[in-house]
């Protein structure tokens, strides 16, 4: 699986943006995920949602104000981001994980391909 992110950039405080990760090869069963990550800090659990589209679940920081969502017959999964805060300013990987335990992986290590990353940035 290659994953391809795209849709970020520069935006105010209280703007919006959607980012679009598109897959190629192999996107049936996988759980799709998104991480950030901003300068000098740890790679952080934005959201991932299963295969059917059925669970979805939300890092603490973008809950109520981030939405994910897949459409399974173009190979893409989505990113809708309201309500933009500075602290929301990181590099956006997507990210697949075959089969996890958890329907909703939060750890890195259980996706195995990653996305280049797509670099949001949110001015005050």
């Known amino acids: 699986v290659q994953l391809q992110a795209s849709g970020g950039g520069l935006v105010q405080a209280g703007g919006s943006l959607r980012l679009s990760c598109a897959a190629s090869g192999r996107f049936n069963g996988y759980v799709m995920g998104w991480f950030r990550q901003a300068p000098g800090k740890e790679r952080e659990f934005v959201s991932a949602?299963?295969?059917?589209?059925?669970?979805?679940g939300y890092g603490d920081s973008v809950k109520g104000r981030f939405t994910i969502s897949r459409d399974n017959y173009k190979n893409t999964v989505y990113l809708q981001m309201n309500s933009l805060k500075p602290e929301d300013t990181a590099v956006y990987y997507c990210?697949?994980?075959?089969?996890?335990?958890?329907?909703?992986?939060?750890?890195?290590?259980?996706?195995?391909?990653w996305g280049q990353g797509t670099l949001v940035t949110v001015s005050s």
């Open positions: 990210a697949a994980a075959w089969l996890p335990t958890d329907p909703i992986p939060l750890k890195a290590l259980t996706y195995s391909y």
């Open positions: 949602i299963t295969w059917s589209g059925s669970t979805s």
